[in-house]
């Protein structure tokens, strides 16, 4: 008999597909994916457990910037496979050890439905402890950007920030970003696409051209 298990499996999401709706209970209520504001760009992000170490430095490190977020006018929601008051309690001992208040929904996975849907659980990594994954997802509910770590290892804030701001401003000015580019350098302008194109590039002395494919600038308001 043919093994159909693979069949069964979902595929988790990939860049540039619509986020997979659902509904979940948060620590902020129950929360559907399309109930976030249409104008809202949404950071999603899981970790393996409550009351364990690495985990407590990440969420302390969302909660702690979570006033950057918001200037780029995206909601944090976090996730793990943990019950609601494994959670509340979670947050409470952090806020009392440390001062630090988990001030965003994270959702109980106890069923493990979002974890799957979002390909958030790793057979070879662990079957019941969702792995370090982030989502950026736009206005539109796509999926533009996704992170994924181990349980062992912690994931870099500047680095999901910085990716969340070249996204903003890719959209906003139609530009791509170089490596290790953050707000302030220049971006790189699209390459000509035609003999017309690429004659108007090589004339144009208002950008840093190394060559007709190759050219930066900087971005103005």
Not at 156 to 171: C, K
């Amino acid at each position: 008999m043919e093994d159909n298990t693979e069949n069964n499996i979902i595929q988790m999401p990939r860049i540039g597909d619509q986020a997979p709706e659902f509904t979940a209970k948060t620590t902020k209520g129950d929360i559907t994916l399309s109930s976030f504001a249409k104008d809202k760009w949404i950071v999603m992000f899981s970790h393996p457990a409550d009351f364990t170490p690495v985990c407590t430095t990440e969420m302390s490190g969302f909660a702690l910037r979570k006033g950057e977020f918001e200037a780029l006018n995206t909601e944090l929601l976090g996730l793990s496979i943990d019950s609601i008051h494994a959670h509340l309690g979670w947050v409470n001992n952090v806020r009392n050890n440390t001062g630090v208040y988990f001030d965003f929904p994270i959702i109980a996975d106890l069923d493990m439905k979002v974890s799957k849907l979002y390909g958030m659980l790793q057979p070879n990594e662990s079957e019941t402890a969702a792995v370090r994954a982030v989502f950026f997802i736009d206005p539109k509910k796509k999926v533009r950007l996704i992170m994924y770590y181990p349980l062992n290892v912690g994931r870099n804030m500047d680095e999901i920030l910085r990716a969340l701001e070249a996204l903003q401003t890719s959209d906003k000015y139609s530009v791509a970003m170089p490596l290790d580019w953050k707000k302030g350098d220049k971006v790189i302008v699209p390459p000509p696409k035609t003999l017309k194109e690429m004659e108007e590039r090589l004339a144009d002395d208002t950008i840093e051209r190394v060559d007709f494919y190759l050219a930066k600038k900087e971005l103005v308001g």
